[in-house]
């Protein structure tokens, strides 16, 4: 006997699988359960368990939903998780294929929220296109909380640390229960018709879904949206969105976050005056320095046309001249030092020495020294003196008688 | 030019960027180059100094100051 034809995993698989996707009551379950294995993959999709004391199912939710869930789940978490039930081929796995998810015993409030946020959403206030940009450097930043909270606390440490030069302006309110919507509506309308704030931060710190429940009120949602100044809305964890998340202008996942998100770093800030002083020294040194280059270039080149050259050159003509003159002097000198002595010469040989030399005598009268050039200058008896070369003789004119006589004796 | 003591850091910041950007040009003539320069210099001693002073100041409005005609 022949067994029955056997069939393939894959057809095994769609035949399961088609049963799965038929069932009415499996496409379109709440599942409730402890969330474990939570996994937020990079391609937004999440991977988790939910089980209970004697189950578990393997639960994933594709991006397209991820992006519109109000909480994260987190491991341990008691939450009800709706979507259909089907096959996972490759593993032969059953999975919950989830498109929603809600905490445990919050299915009233859960539907609350999600016709108000589809209402909101249809009339068009959490549109990208609304959502305003805040300046980069508020001067005066509103904050919309409870004085007496703990975020308020955080915010103002976060704007002491990253940004003091902000001026704050607080716009007390409470921040839940009953009477917490009205409020928080007044202290926005308050910031907003009596102040000139460039932002507005509207905080509440962590708590229970109940606690954060203002922030899901339609007239607080709508208080926001009229906002003439931009909001960035802080609440609770990173976990948890409200209403108020999707309208604000920008969302910040805790009260701290948002005061980040208001503010520029004061080192950021320090380091931007810093390095503009720095590029504007390092442009005026190089242009001093290419300055300085070109300077000294053109002084090069006026060097070569410059009166400078022209004066050195004079001073070298006149130092030639001079030294030229000089030489003209020394020989002039000269010339007239020869010319001197030849002169010197000649007046000597014309001396009364000098004919007293060649063998001439000069007679002058002993008595009055007059120069006896005839008989006359000189009677008989007269005293005379004979000057000679060597000496002088002295004599006494005879007279021409006794001369004669003399000269008779003689010859 | 406006008196730099009188000026926010915003205000401040936003001249002493335009001053890098045309000094960074390179378009200028020296005397320019020199006293936007000097005008730089002063306007980031003026910002260090706008941090350096800087305290949170933190107000309040509510109700009873709006009533009390604050």
């Known amino acids: 006997m022949f067994a029955r034809q056997s069939i393939s995993v894959s057809q095994l698989t769609t035949h399961i699988q088609q049963l799965f996707d038929t069932d009415v009551i499996l496409q379109d379950i709440w599942v409730s359960g402890e969330v474990s294995n939570m996994t937020r993959a990079s391609s937004g999709h999440w991977y988790f368990t939910i089980k209970d004391d004697k189950a578990a199912l393997r639960c994933v939710m594709w991006r397209s939903s991820t992006v519109n869930q109000t909480t994260i789940p987190q491991n341990g978490d008691a939450i009800e998780v709706h979507g259909g039930v089907s096959v996972y081929a490759a593993r032969g796995e059953y999975q919950l294929y989830a498109d929603i998810i809600r905490p445990l015993g919050m299915g009233d409030l859960y539907q609350e929220f999600e016709r108000l946020k589809a209402r909101l959403a249809a009339e068009g206030l959490f549109d990208a296109e609304r959502k305003r940009a805040y300046p980069a450097m508020p001067q005066r930043i509103g904050v919309v909380t409870s004085p007496t909270a703990a975020a308020f606390q955080d915010v103002l440490n976060v704007l002491t640390r990253r940004f003091p030069l902000a001026e704050v302006v607080l716009s007390p309110t409470l921040v839940q229960g009953d009477d917490a919507p009205p409020q928080i509506v007044r202290a926005l309308q308050r910031l907003n018709d009596y102040t000139d704030v460039d932002v507005i931060l509207l905080v509440r710190g962590g708590g229970s879904i109940e606690d954060l429940w203002s922030f899901n009120d339609e007239r607080v949602a709508r208080a926001v949206a ?163 070369a060597a000496d002088e003789l002295k004599a006494r004119i005879e007279d021409k008688d006794t001369h004669e006589r003399y000269k008779r004796t003689l010859f | 030019m406006s008196d730099i003591s009188e000026l926010s850091f915003e205000a401040a910041f936003e001249e002493l960027e335009g001053i890098v950007e045309r000094l960074e040009s390179g378009q200028l003539t020296l005397d320019a180059s020199v006293s936007l320069f000097e005008r730089g210099r002063l306007l980031a001693a003026h910002c260090q100094a706008i941090l350096d002073n800087a305290e949170l100041r933190v107000s309040q409005i509510d109700e009873n100051s709006l009533q009390n005609g604050e």
């Open chain 1, 226 to 388: 009229a906002s003439r100044i931009p909001v960035i809305s802080g609440v609770g964890h990173e976990t948890d969105f409200t209403i108020v998340d999707f309208v604000s202008d920008s969302r910040a996942p805790t009260p701290s976050a948002a005061a980040e998100l208001a503010t520029p770093n004061i080192d950021d800030l320090r380091e931007g005056v810093n390095l503009g002083l720095l590029r504007i020294t390092d442009v005026m040194r190089d242009s001093l320095a290419s300055h300085r280059q070109d300077l000294n270039a053109t002084r090069r080149a006026l060097r070569h046309t410059s009166p400078q050259v022209f004066v050195r050159n004079s001073r070298q003509r006149v130092d030639d001249l001079n030294n030229r003159l000089l030489g003209g002097e020394k020989r002039l000198l000269s010339l007239l030092r020869e010319r001197l002595r030849a002169r010197e010469a000649a007046l000597h040989a014309a001396s009364p020495q000098a004919l007293l030399e060649r063998g001439y005598a000069i007679v002058t009268r002993t008595e009055d020294g007059r120069r006896v050039r005839s008989s006359h200058d000189a009677d008989p008896g007269t005293g005379i003196t004979i000057q000679l």
